[in-house]
């Protein structure tokens, strides 16, 4: 699931909760906030309104790869 976070988030995994990920609206690869989570993750995010729903951004492959 991908999403993009308008505010600060930690989640801990029910199945691990000796691990907790902070998620930051400024954070993920390109520095906008889109992260790929755990769909446990993203309800959660949206569910406390600290995140939306986003489509998943373009694969990169050899043709489309920036040089």
């Known amino acids: 699931m991908w999403v ?3 505010q600060a988030h ?11 990920l902070h998620y930051r609206p400024t954070g993920g690869e390109a520095g906008d906030g889109v992260y ?3 769909a446990e993750c ?3 995010a949206i569910k406390a309104e ?6 998943a951004p373009p694969r990169r ?3 489309n ?3």
Do not use: M
């Open 36 to 38: 790929r989570v755990k």
């Open 61 to 63: 492959t050899s043709v």
């Open 4 to 6: 993009k976070f308008t």
């Open 42 to 44: 993203g309800r959660a």
């Open 10 to 20: 930690d989640y801990t995994p029910s199945r691990n909760n000796r691990v907790t």
């Open 65 to 67: 790869a920036p040089a």
């Open 50 to 55: 600290r995140a939306v729903a986003v489509a």
